[in-house]
């Protein structure tokens, strides 16, 4: 079937700032060299090679729930992380907080100050996640547990220095210093931004390990996406070093088994560019260089498509 009227979150592109996909090669010479001109390389398809990802993260809430992730610029403590808020009619307050990778999550209360009740989550790569003003935590402080992406660690509130519900997020490298452009769903939110994300968070089943800025590569930034249905989501990305974009799609289902995905660019005005056949993870990338440019893009799993008007001409 066609997707026509998909759940799509959008940003101006003139706003895409480089997104940084650090993956370690193991691949053999040659595959090491086409992962780092093209992106991620996913193992189990078409495209051969194979990469150990970096820590990947979800929202941090349930499957399906959509939320504002706001990157204040300028007086917002630390510079840099996000405030999740209320989207149309779902309210954030009491939403349940998951973790949004795995590691081992540590609990702790400063009661009406700073972060009030919070969890630190540190993943496997040293890499670590922060989570406060929550109303509820799982544990008592003090504690400790091992979560998988998806456990629950609490609810939204207002504790500490907080003054209306939300949820505190940072994401921070293994020195502790955080990350100003953090990702989440494969959706960049750089300082000044605030987008509207949807969560894939415990949806059930094997999540896709691939993002879509690992695929394209450094510099590139998600700007605009589509749903396919329930069988995958395309993604257009944008170097604003470069003036190049980008258009992958991620499949949800049949993962790691080769099947029909499809994901294609056509700059206004130029030939259309496709990468289609049996893939296990993803199609693409597809990179065209279009500054100033409207585009035309969207990719296909399966029987379900999504293709875009020209659009995104800035």
Known sequence: MTVTSPIRRRSPRRWALAA???????????????????????????HDGAVVLATSHKSPFSCGKTFYANNWSGGHSPN???DWQTYGGDAVNGETVRATAGGTATFDD?????????????HGDGTRTRYAHLATMVRNPGQTMSVSQGT????????????????HYEQRNSSGVVDT??????????????????????????????????VCGSGFAVIDQAALGSVGRTYLL?????????????????????SAVS????????????????FGYYAGPVKRSAPGICVKWGGSVGSTSYTSPFEHCG
């Open 263 to 278: 994901a294609f660019l056509e700059p206004q005005g130029a030939s259309r560019t496709t990468d289609s056949g049996s």
């Open 20 to 46: 940084l996909a650090a993956f370690a090669l193991v691949a053999s010479p040659a595959a090491a060299s086409a992962a780092v001109a093209g992106g991620a390389v996913q193992t189990g398809a078409v």
């Open 152 to 167: 629950v660690i609490g609810t939204v509130g207002s504790t500490g220095g907080s003054q209306a519900p939300h949820l």
């Open 238 to 258: 944008y170097n604003s070093g470069n003036g190049n974009n980008c258009v992958v799609t991620l499949k949800s289902t049949n993962l790691g088994t080769p």
């Open 181 to 214: 452009s953090p990702t989440v769903d494969g959706v960049t939110v750089s300082v000044g931004q605030k987008k509207a994300v949807t969560s894939t968070n415990n949806c059930g089943g094997s999540s896709n390990p691939y993002t879509p800025a690992e």
């Open 80 to 82: 840099g992380s996000i």
């Open 110 to 122: 400063e009661g009406g100050t700073s972060y009030g009740k919070w969890v630190q989550v540190v």
